[in-house]
């Protein structure tokens, strides 16, 4: 956990033209028991929750408008399950793209969807991120 002010000016504000509004603090879980502890300490004292990725968002949804806590998921970013049979794979949120793509390339599977920016899968899915891939590839 970080409450450091350079820490927290960094998880304040995204790409857009947004004013940053700084969380209180930061915490960087690694395993989803560590969220669940998170987000069951945070809706005990009802402080906001703010989902960190890369930042590369353009929506201003990641500034702590209200305070609260930033979680940063960069830590978590591994492949937990791949099903190269049924083209699919299950993550955790922190995996980038190009992560997810170098990881893919052997199996000859690729993750077409490309916002124009090296995003997080959980990003791109709270923002609905597809990128100009997404209408030739679905």
């Known amino acids: 956990m970080s409450t450091s002010e350079?820490?927290?000016?960094?998880h304040g504000h995204d790409e857009s033209y947004h004013?940053?509004?700084?969380?209180?603090?930061?915490?960087?879980?690694?395993?989803?028991?560590?969220?669940?502890?998170?987000?069951?300490?945070?809706?005990?004292?009802?402080?906001?929750?703010?989902?960190?990725?890369?930042g590369t968002g353009l929506e201003g949804g990641i500034t702590a408008i209200q305070g609260g806590i930033t979680m940063n998921l960069t830590e978590m970013k591994s492949i937990t399950a791949l099903n190269v049979e049924d083209f699919d794979c299950t993550v955790q949120p922190?995996?980038?793209?190009?992560?997810?793509n170098r990881e893919?390339?052997?199996?000859?599977?690729?993750?077409?969807?490309?916002?124009?920016?090296?995003?997080?899968?959980?990003?791109?899915?709270?923002?609905?991120a597809s990128g100009t891939n997404a209408v030739r590839y679905g």
């Open 6 to 10: 350079a820490v927290r000016i960094q």
């Open 19 to 54: 004013a940053p509004h700084a969380p209180a603090a930061v915490v960087y879980p690694r395993s989803t028991e560590q969220v669940a502890a998170i987000v069951k300490a945070c809706a005990a004292h009802k402080c906001p929750i703010i989902p960190f990725g890369t």
């Open 94 to 100: 922190g995996i980038t793209r190009t992560a997810l």
């Open 104 to 128: 893919l390339r052997s199996t000859g599977l690729w993750f077409p969807v490309d916002p124009g920016a090296d995003a997080s899968l959980c990003g791109m899915c709270a923002t609905s």
